[in-house]
């Protein structure tokens, strides 16, 4: 009965708005009545997750040509997991208002920070100056009931997923320490350049949807990542990576951890960011390059990101925050939307996702960029968007990465129907302007496609976790088994 009521009310606000001068109103509450939390009954006990894993299952494929070698560089740690709530009570940390540092110098900043993100349910990275005072807290972490240590970095993490698949051979190179290697999986190769006699650790601060802290509340699961690493954050073994890549002749090179420059200041990571884009300039021009980004707040680092390091990869993997922070830096579409609000709205990213690769891709045949390859994630959804004529078994790519996403948030290896919940827009609008579409999303074919220019679009929903029981690196392992169900045209070299 409310639902009816809801929509009702709803579609009068829309009426009333609409002749009030207010046209573009009513689009929004129509996308609002398309969610699936207004589904008919008949389709609320798990109909449509199941209808959607099964698809996943019967339609998820590997290419005809497949990776036999990848290159993984260059952040690696040991990452140490704890409730951020809780250790945050553990140091004497009261709560108090959320305010966000772009680099942490005290436990104060720590809060502030943690508390600004905890309220918005958004994962964000920092770097931590203080060296002392953060292996104080390190200590109280390791020392903390239930803490865990895991394999961090974006590079490892995803050599771990690849190292899933037992015919692929990976390259690992970052600073590993003693425990690092101890954890690494046995069929990654560390080269021995890259080894070293202390691990770098990272702080995990976890929160759970609906965790309370004071006045603040979590609107759903995510965490809050810092640490003082100044191997990681000067890249130090990035010109290592790239010698070794002679001799090891990877077919594809995945690239993470510039976004650690960030905390060294702007007078080191300048110089250091042209010493590093000479040395991905080295990489052979045949193989493809993915660059996985992650948290900055430095809106003149992303921009020399966007201007040197985006046009000389081929491949670009990140979230709904680094998406409009990119567009922020850029003053493109949709740069004056603080945050997202929400699940964020398919047409508004649709619209960043074609405007950062007309303006640093190759949708220009004449263009020298080699970007034509973007793999964006959010909780409820993942966009690949590809330039025409370079990639293939996209479709199988996305719903591949959204698969991951729904199992191991879980603890698990496969989907488990009972455990996850669909979130994404269920009708939605391609863009934010004209010429636009409104597409609706079938369970049975859990794939939306469509073009703009010489782009194309391929969108599936997560079957969001309930309960997740791990959110580090589900951006890594998203993007990692994007890449092994894709396929390079090799028509069209780098």
């Not at 609002?32 to 959607?52: F, M």
């Not at 080269?191 to 202390?198: A, D, R, V």
């Not at 863009?431 to 496609?449: C, I």
Request: net charge negative; hydrophobic share 45%; glycine share 8%.
């Amino acid at each position: 009965m409310w639902r009816k009521a809801s929509a009702a009310l709803l579609l009068a606000l829309a009426v009333g708005y609409f002749y009030g001068g207010r046209p573009e109103l009513p689009e929004q509450i129509l996308q609002y009545i398309g969610l699936p939390n207004l589904q008919t009954p008949s389709q609320s006990n798990q109909d449509l997750e199941r209808a959607i894993s099964a698809a996943w299952e019967a339609l998820i494929a590997l290419p005809s040509r497949q990776w036999t070698k990848v290159a993984v560089g260059v952040n690696a740690c040991v990452d140490v997991v704890v409730s951020g709530v809780g250790l945050l009570q553990a140091l004497a940390v009261d709560p108090g208002a959320g305010r966000d540092h772009e680099v942490l110098h005290s436990k104060d900043d720590l809060r502030e920070t943690f508390i600004h993100y905890m309220e918005r349910g958004a994962a964000a990275e920092r770097f931590f100056s203080d060296k002392e005072v953060f292996q104080r807290i390190a200590r109280a972490a390791a020392e903390y009931p239930g803490a865990k240590l895991y394999v961090g970095g974006n590079a490892a993490l995803i050599g771990q997923k690849f190292a899933t698949y037992p015919d692929l051979m990976v390259l690992l190179c970052g600073p590993v320490g003693p425990k690092l290697h101890e954890m690494l999986d046995e069929q990654i190769v560390v080269p021995p350049e890259s080894l070293q006699e202390t691990d770098e650790f990272h702080l995990i601060l976890e929160y759970k949807a609906g965790e309370q802290w004071g006045s603040t509340q979590a609107p759903q699961a995510n965490r809050f990542i810092f640490s003082h690493d100044v191997s990681n954050g000067e890249m130090s073994s990035l010109e290592t990576f790239v010698a070794s890549l002679e001799e090891f002749q990877p077919e594809l090179v995945v690239l993470s951890g510039f976004h650690m420059m960030e905390g060294q200041g702007r007078e080191l990571w300048g110089q250091r960011l042209k010493e590093a884009v000479a040395a991905v300039a080295d990489i052979p021009k045949g193989i493809p390059i993915h660059l996985e980004l992650a948290s900055m707040t430095d809106k003149d680092f992303m921009s020399r990101i966007m201007q040197e390091v985006l046009p000389i990869v081929s491949s670009i993997g990140l979230n709904e925050q680094e998406l409009l922070f990119l567009s922020q830096a850029g003053d493109g579409p949709h740069a004056t939307l603080p945050v997202w609000k929400g699940v964020p709205d398919v047409g508004r990213v649709g619209d960043i996702l074609s405007w950062v690769l007309e303006r640093h891709g190759r949708t220009d045949p004449s263009s020298e960029s080699d970007l034509t390859r973007i793999h964006f994630h959010t909780l409820a959804y993942h966009i690949l968007a590809t330039v025409d004529g370079y990639w293939g078994n996209q479709a199988a790519a996305v719903m591949a990465g959204a698969r991951v996403a729904s199992s191991q948030a879980c603890g698990l290896r496969t989907v488990d129907v009972s455990k996850v919940e669909l979130k994404a827009p269920l009708e939605f609008l391609t863009s934010h302007f004209e010429p636009r579409e409104r597409l609706s999303l079938k369970p049975e074919e859990p794939v939306a496609v469509w073009r703009r220019g010489n782009v194309t679009f391929h969108l599936t929903p997560v079957l969001v976790c309930k309960r997740p029981l791990r959110t580090v690196g589900l951006g890594d392992a998203i993007s990692a088994e994007g890449l092994v169900y894709s396929e390079l045209m090799r028509q069209h070299p780098f």
